[in-house]
């Protein structure tokens, strides 16, 4: 009888025994599935911080472009506003010598090279002279 009660000891422990052999195996193969998820996860995350990076890079390009534009927006205004004054002294130039707008643009140009001061001062200088004149009369 102790014989008997050995064996079914032995046999229901070898049953526990395979019980938790498939146990381990059914850990072991929800583990596997977990660390998949995880690397899914992680790719997924790889390749959203890639697109944030490129979408920050493009960001930074659009606001050098939008600096480079407002740059050349100002110096297209300086321009616009420096050839208005430039054409009204030009033409205090013709008025005073009776020449035309070529002749009267030389006149600015080498009135500024001997002056060594820019053509625009000397426009200035021009167009405020004839300004303050005909306030005067």
Do not use: Y
Request: proline letters at 1%; aromatic letters at 2%.
């Amino acid at each position: 009888m102790a014989e008997e009660t050995t064996s079914e000891q032995i046999a229901g422990l070898q049953a526990d025994a395979a019980r938790r052999d498939e146990q381990i195996e059914d850990l072991e193969a929800e583990a596997t599935r977990r660390d998949q998820r995880i690397q899914g996860m992680e790719d997924e995350a790889t390749r959203r911080i890639a697109r944030i990076l490129g979408l920050e890079a493009d960001a930074i390009l659009r606001d050098e472009r939008i600096a480079q534009l407002v740059n050349e927006v100002d110096g297209l205004t300086r321009a616009r506003e420096h050839a208005a004054v430039i054409e009204q002294a030009k033409g205090v130039i013709m008025g005073s010598v009776g020449c035309g707008p070529d002749a009267a643009f030389a006149v600015l140009v080498a009135q500024s090279q001997t002056q060594n001061r820019k053509l625009w001062d000397v426009a200035v200088e021009i167009a405020g002279a004839q300004d303050r004149h005909s306030n005067a009369t």
